[in-house]
């Protein structure tokens, strides 16, 4: 059977990591493609009746009597900004037998080009395809959104921050070597061995 697809409206996103999977923090679990989709319901009806289709699917996969898990719900209220619902999205990196490993999803521009393959920053705004798969444990239900594919509309790139911002040279303190490295054991002598 075919898995169901949707599409999120147009809306911002971070951490996005859709361009190559990124190690998780338990890191015993596969790599995965993740983003986080910021939804304003109260502002946009689209959104609104997103989330409205979210919490319906939801109920489709498990029925109203079943518990939820505190971890099963992938849509919560934004930490920083009430006003707003964060949606995230993952898919774990799958490796077949033979060691390959399976694509991620696949990205294109607004135009439907293939995407440059340039790193998606913060603020960025896309419309995600996605399949669902509804789980169960003994901690209740739970439903995951799995990327299959984004349309990247409004391009923010990542900002790629200089390690040496806000720090002044210090003196008298340690200077690495010119190279980087130091060999602590080289001299001018030859090896005894």
């Not at 509309?153 to 010119?178: I, L, M």
Request: aromatic share 10%; hydrophobic share 35%.
């Amino acid at each position: 059977m075919a898995a169901d697809i949707h599409f999120t409206p147009i809306a911002p996103v971070r951490w996005c990591h859709l361009i190559t999977a990124r190690e998780q923090l338990d890191t015993s679990k596969p790599r995965a493609w993740t983003v986080e989709m910021v939804l304003d319901p109260t502002n946009n009806p689209r959104h609104k009746a997103f989330l409205e289709k979210l919490d319906q699917i939801f109920i489709e996969a498990h029925g109203t009597k079943k518990k939820r898990s505190d971890k099963g719900q992938p849509w919560k209220t934004d930490k920083e900004d009430p006003s707003k619902v964060v949606v995230k999205f993952k898919s774990q990196e799958f490796v077949r037998e033979d060691g390959s490993k399976a694509s991620g999803p696949q990205l294109i521009d607004s135009k439907r080009q293939p995407w440059d393959g340039s790193q998606i920053g913060n603020g960025s705004e896309m419309i995600i395809r996605f399949s669902t798969y509804g789980w169960e444990r003994p901690e209740g239900t739970g439903l995951s959104l799995q990327p299959k594919a984004a349309q990247v509309v409004q391009f923010v790139a990542r900002e790629e921050q200089d390690a040496t911002d806000g720090f002044e040279e210090q003196e008298g303190g340690y200077a690495v070597a010119p190279s980087g490295y130091v060999d602590e054991f080289a001299s001018d002598e030859e090896a005894p061995f």
